[in-house]
C-alpha cells in the first residue's frame, strides 16, 4: 500500500520499531483486512436475526430483500440508528455517572469529589430554572443532579427532556417538536430504538431515520449534561499553555497515561499522583511521576489542568511502543483491545477501571466514586511498580511535541470577548461575523480513522479555512490533531489566518493579556464538549433573534469513525448546522437514506450532511455553505 499512514512526525520514528520488534499496530490490521465488505461499508449487510445474515446486492442482479423481506432502505435506516443508539448510549452512560456522583457529592457521600466551581452550578441551576436562593451548595448540587436525573426517567411522552429544553433556541425546539423528535428520556428513546428495529419492526425507512434523529438529539441531551456538570466538579477550563505529542512523554518519570474519556477516573488520579510524587522519586524517577493524556479523557484534563496530550485516537498504541508508559489507565470507549498486548510487549502496565469495560490481558483495578481514592493510590502504586521494570535500552520517545494553548469553554470565550465589550460581550463577535472580518464559524470534531492518514484532513482543511478567515473551534481527536501539529499556538494564526482573521484573534487575545492573538483553533474539550460549541452558537442566535439554521457555522468530522460520531454528526444536523463528514458513512447502498440524510434533511431541519472525503474540496464546499448562509441573513 503506499497510502501515507499517518502524517503524525512522531508515526514515522515509532512505526520502523514497532516492525523491528514484530508489534502490529492499527494500520497492519488495516492493511490484514483489504479488501474489506463491500456489502458492509454500503450498510446493507442485516445481522439482525438468526435466519441471516442477509445482503442486498447493490448491483441489482441478486437477492434485492432479505429473508424477512426487508429491503436496502429498511436495512441501511435500521443499521445506522443503531449506531446512533450506540453512539447515545456511550454519552449518555458518562453522563449518568457524573450526575450520579454530583448527587453523591451533594450527599456527602464521595469525599474524593467536591465542588470546584460553585459559579457554573448556580450557573446550570438557573439555567435549568431551579431556584437558589438562599439555598447552600449541597442543596443546589441535590437539585440540579435530581433535575439532571430525571432526563433519565421522566415517562411522559410530551415532556421533553430538561437539558435539551434547557440548551437551545426556542424556534429549534418547536421545529423540533412538530417532527417530533424531542427525546423525553434518554434511555427510553435509545430502548425504543434497539426495539423499533428488531426483525419484524419497523420497516419504514423515513420512520426509522426519524427515531434515529431523536436518539441523537437525546445523546445530544447526555453531552450536554456531561460537560456542565463536569464543569461544576472539576472547574471550567481556562487558557493555559500546555504541550502535544508523545514527545511529552518523560524519560526520567514514571508516565501514566490517562485514556478513555470520563474525568470522574482521570481527575482523581491526577491529584493522587501529586500526593505520590515522592514515592515515584524513591523509586529513582528523578522527575516524580508524569501524567500524559490520550483521546478525549487526555482532552478534558488538558483543558482543565493544562496536562499535555501524548496521543489522539490513531496513536495510542504508538505511546506504548515509546517503551516509557509505565501504566495507560483507561476507564470507557475508543480503548484499541491492543493494547493489552502492545503494553505486555514492554513492561507496561494496561490497567482497566470499569466492570463494564475489560480487556484481556489487563489488569484490572475496580474503579468505583465511593472509594476512588483508594483505588487511585492502587493504580498510581501500579505505575510506580511497572516503572521499576522499565528497560532504559528500549525506551524511544520521539522529541516531537508541540506548544498548544488549550481551554476555551463557554465562559473564558464570553471572558475573553468582555475584554474588549464588558457589557455585551457577543457583541465584538457579532459585529466581525456581521462585517465580514469573520466570515463564518467551523466546528471540527471527530476521531480520527484509517481510512485517511492520520491528522491529514483536519490540517488541511483548517489551513484552508483560516486563510478565508474561518474562526475555529475543536474538540475530541480533531482538537488532538490540531495540538500535535502546532495549530493551537498563536503563531499559527499569524502564519495561517487570513488578515481580517488574524486581526479579530489579535484584538481578542491582546485585550484578554495574552500579548499576541488568539490561538488559530481554539480546542473546546472531549467530543461530550461539542455541547460548548452549541452554546456559544445559541447564543449568538438568540441574541440575533435567529434560528442555529441560518448563521453562518458549519461543522466537520473530517476523520469520523466510531458510532458515537454517528450520534453527534446526526444531532448537529438536526440543530440545523451543515455537517460534513470527510469519510464513507455506511449507507450509501440506500439511495432513499442518503437522500434524506443529505437532501431532505435540509427541507426538515436546515441541517443537513455533505460527505466529501478530499479535504480540499470539503474545506471548498464547507466555505460556499458559508456564504450562502450569510447571503440568507443580508450580510
Ligand atoms: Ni470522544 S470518539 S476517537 S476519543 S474523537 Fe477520538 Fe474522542 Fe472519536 Fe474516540
Known amino acids: 500500500m503506499t497510502m501515507k499512514l499517518s502524517t503524525d512526525p512522531s508515526a514515522a520514528t515509532l512505526l520502523p520499531i514497532a516492525k523491528k520488534e514484530g ?29 441471516g445474515p442477509c445482503r442486498i446486492d447493490p448491483f441489482g442482479d441478486g437477492p434485492q430483500r432479505g429473508i424477512c423481506g426487508a429491503d436496502a432502505d429498511t436495512i441501511v435506516a435500521r443499521n445506522v440508528i443503531r449506531m446512533i443508539a450506540a453512539g447515545a448510549a456511550g454519552h449518555s452512560e458518562h453522563g449518568r455517572h457524573v450526575a450520579l456522583a454530583l448527587q453523591g457529592v451533594a450527599e456527602g457521600r464521595l469525599p474524593a469529589y467536591q465542588i470546584r466551581d460553585e459559579a457554573k452550578l448556580r450557573a446550570v441551576a438557573a439555567k435549568l430554572g431551579i431556584c437558589t436562593e438562599g439555598q447552600d451548595v449541597p442543596a443546589i448540587a441535590a437539585a440540579v443532579a435530581k433535575a439532571t436525573l430525571e432526563d433519565f426517567q421522566n415517562q411522559d411522552h410530551d415532556a ?25 428520556n434518554i434511555d427510553a428513546v435509545i430502548t425504543q430504538i434497539m426495539g423499533r428495529t428488531l426483525v419484524g419492526c419497523d420497516a419504514d425507512p423515513v420512520n426509522l431515520i426519524l427515531g434515529g434523529i431523536k436518539g441523537a438529539l437525546a445523546d445530544f441531551d447526555g453531552m450536554c449534561l456531561a460537560t456542565e456538570l463536569s464543569d461544576a466538579l472539576f472547574g471550567s477550563p481556562t487558557p493555559v499553555v500546555t504541550a502535544a505529542n508523545l514527545g511529552v512523554i518523560k524519560p526520567d518519570a514514571v508516565n501514566i497515561a490517562v485514556h478513555g474519556h470520563n474525568p470522574l477516573l482521570s481527575e482523581v488520579v491526577c491529584e493522587v499522583a501529586g500526593q505520590m ?23 478534558e484534563v488538558m483543558v482543565r489542568h493544562g496536562i499535555p496530550l501524548a496521543a489522539n485516537y490513531l496513536s495510542q498504541e504508538l505511546a506504548l511502543v515509546t517503551g516509557a508508559v509505565d501504566a495507560m489507565v483507561v ?83 464570553v471572558g475573553a470577548l ?52 474561518v474562526l475555529m473551534l475543536a474538540t475530541g481527536c480533531g482538537a488532538g490533531s490540531f495540538a500535535k501539529h502546532g495549530l493551537m499556538t498563536q503563531e499559527a494564526t499569524l502564519e495561517y489566518a487570513g488578515e481580517s482573521l488574524k486581526g479579530v484573534m489579535t484584538a481578542i487575545g491582546t485585550s484578554a493579556g495574552l500579548n ?25 442566535a438568540d441574541k440575533l433573534g435567529v434560528d442555529l439554521d441560518q448563521l453562518p457555522l458549519v461543522a466537520s468530522a473530517p476523520e469520523a469513525m466510531s458510532e458515537k460520531a454517528v450520534a453527534i454528526g446526526t ?16 449507507v450509501t447502498g440506500s439511495a432513499k437514506v442518503t437522500e434524506l440524510l443529505t437532501q431532505t434533511a435540509k427541507d426538515l431541519l436546515g441541517g443537513y450532511f455533505l460527505v466529501e472525503l478530499d ?21
Open 23 to 51: 508489534i502490529a499496530t492499527v494500520w497492519d490490521r488495516h492493511r490484514a483486512m483489504q479488501p474489506q465488505c463491500g456489502f458492509g461499508q454500503l450498510g446493507v449487510c442485516c445481522r439482525i436475526c438468526w435466519k
Open 160 to 184: 421533553p427532556c430538561n437539558w435539551i429544553e434547557a440548551t437551545l433556541t426556542k424556534k429549534r425546539l418547536e421545529r423540533l417538536q412538530a417532527l417530533h423528535v424531542l427525546p423525553h
Open 277 to 299: 510524587d515522592e514515592e515515584a522519586r524513591k523509586a529513582g524517577a528523578k522527575d516524580g511521576i508524569n501524567i500524559v493524556g490520550i483521546c478525549c479523557t487526555g482532552n
Open 331 to 413: 476507564d470507557v470507549q475508543c480503548i484499541m483491545p491492543s493494547v493489552s498486548e502492545i503494553g505486555a510487549c514492554f513492561h507496561t502496565a494496561v490497567i482497566t477501571t470499569m466492570a463494564e469495560n475489560k480487556i484481556p490481558g489487563a489488569t484490572h483495578v475496580d474503579f468505583k466514586e465511593e472509594a476512588a481514592l483508594e483505588s487511585a493510590r492502587r493504580i498510581v502504586a501500579t505505575a510506580i511498580e511497572a516503572y521499576k521494570r522499565r528497560d532504559p535500552r528500549r525506551v524511544n520517545i520521539p522529541d516531537v511535541k508541540q506548544t498548544a494553548i488549550v481551554g476555551f469553554g463557554v465562559e473564558s470565550v
Open 418 to 469: 468582555a475584554t474588549l465589550n464588558a457589557a455585551d460581550p457577543l457583541q465584538p463577535l457579532i459585529e466581525n461575523i456581521a462585517n465580514g472580518n469573520i466570515r463564518g464559524i467551523a466546528l471540527f470534531a471527530g476521531c480520527n480513522s484509517t481510512q485517511v492518514a492520520q491528522d491529514s484532513s483536519f490540517v488541511t482543511m483548517a489551513k484552508k479555512l483560516a486563510a478565508n478567515n
Open 516 to 540: 499576541g492573538p488568539l490561538p488559530l483553533v481554539l480546542h473546546m474539550g472531549s467530543c461530550v464538549d461539542n455541547s460548548r460549541a452549541v452554546q456559544v452558537a445559541v447564543a449568538v
Open 571 to 586: 444531532w448537529s444536523v438536526a440543530l440545523g448546522i451543515p455537517t460534513h463528514l470527510g469519510t464513507m458513512p455506511q
Open 615 to 635: 479535504p480540499n474540496l470539503a474545506a471548498d464546499k464547507l466555505l460556499e455553505v458559508i456564504e450562502e448562509r450569510r447571503k440568507g441573513l443580508g450580510i
